[in-house]
């Protein structure tokens, strides 16, 4: 499975920014579907992923952004409002396809991983 997202930019606090990824080469209805991201020297970090029919924030994110999946178009959406420098980061896309429920917050649950999209915050 191939990732490839878009949407990325520089905004500021307060904007938003709505986030896209691709899949190709697999289903994104397969197993577990998702966001982290990544500051430099630091771990990456759980986003947003979604699972069958369930819906998993960060508490960090909850309320300001909301995962969407289309099984049609193979492609997992986040649309990010009141950003928050905080938010600056690289945007990971990621698949796994036996990803279980009590791993989704774990980076190495997840097999396939995009390039990566800059989201930068700043006034």
């Known amino acids: 499975v191939q990732l490839a997202e878009s949407g990325g930019g520089l905004v500021q606090p307060g904007d938003s920014l709505r986030l896209s990824c691709r899949a190709s080469?697999?289903?994104?209805?397969?197993?577990?579907v998702g966001w982290f991201r990544q500051v430099p020297g630091k771990e990456r970090e759980f986003v947003s992923a979604?699972?069958?029919?369930?819906?998993y924030y960060s508490d960090s994110v909850k309320g300001r952004f909301t995962i969407s999946k289309d099984s049609a178009k193979n492609t997992v959406s986040l649309q990010m409002n009141n950003l928050k420098p905080e938010d600056t980061a690289t945007y990971f896309c990621?698949?796994?396809?036996?990803?279980?429920?009590?791993?989704?917050?774990?980076?190495?649950?997840?097999?396939?991983w995009g390039q990566g999209t800059q989201v930068t915050v700043s006034s």
């Open positions: 979604v699972k069958g029919g369930s819906i």
């Open positions: 080469g697999g289903s994104v209805s397969r197993g577990a």
């Open positions: 990621v698949s796994g396809p036996t990803v279980i429920t009590s791993e989704i917050r774990n980076p190495g649950a997840y097999y396939y």
